[in-house]
C-alpha cells in the first residue's frame, strides 16, 4: 500500500520559519512530480509549490521568494521550506504525486493526509 506521509506543520509567529517534509512509501518504482498544495478555512485548495523528477520547480505567486521546495529522490521525500510567514499561510497542507508502482504501470495520483500550518501571534 502507498503512502504520503506529511510531518513538520505547527503554529508560528509571523515572520518565522517551518519546514515540511512528506516521504512516500510502499510499492513504489518511481515518484514522478511531487508538490504542496494548501487549503484554508472557507477556501480551495491551491498549488502552493511543485517540482519534477528533474528538479524543475513551480511556485505560486503568493510564496515566490518565501518558500523553497527541494526533494531526495532516494529518500523519495519532498520538503517545503517556509519562511516569512505570514497569516494568510494559515492552513492545512497537503502533500500530492505522481507515483508510479512499477515499469509497466502508468502514473497514480495520490495525497497525504494533511499537516496543519498556523500563522498567529
Known amino acids: 500500500q502507498v503512502q504520503l506521509v506529511e510531518s513538520g506543520g505547527g503554529l508560528v509567529q509571523p515572520g518565522g520559519s517551518l519546514r515540511l517534509s512528506c516521504a512516500a512509501s510502499?510499492?513504489?518504482?518511481?515518484?514522478?512530480?511531487m508538490g504542496w498544495y494548501r487549503q484554508a478555512p472557507g477556501k480551495q485548495r491551491e498549488l502552493v509549490a511543485a517540482i519534477t523528477s528533474g528538479g524543475s520547480t513551480n511556485y505560486a505567486d503568493s510564496v515566490k521568494g518565501r518558500f523553497t521546495i527541494s526533494r531526495d529522490n532516494a529518500k523519495k521525500t519532498v520538503y517545503l521550506q517556509m519562511n516569512s510567514l505570514k497569516p494568510e499561510d494559515t492552513a492545512i497542507y497537503y502533500c500530492?504525486?505522481?507515483?508510479?508502482?512499477?515499469?509497466?504501470?502508468?502514473?497514480?495520483?495520490?495525497w497525504g493526509q494533511g499537516t496543519q500550518v498556523t500563522v498567529s501571534s
Open positions: 510502499g510499492s513504489i518504482f518511481r515518484v514522478h512530480t
Open positions: 500530492n504525486a505522481d507515483l508510479q508502482s512499477s515499469w509497466y504501470a502508468g502514473l497514480k495520483n495520490d
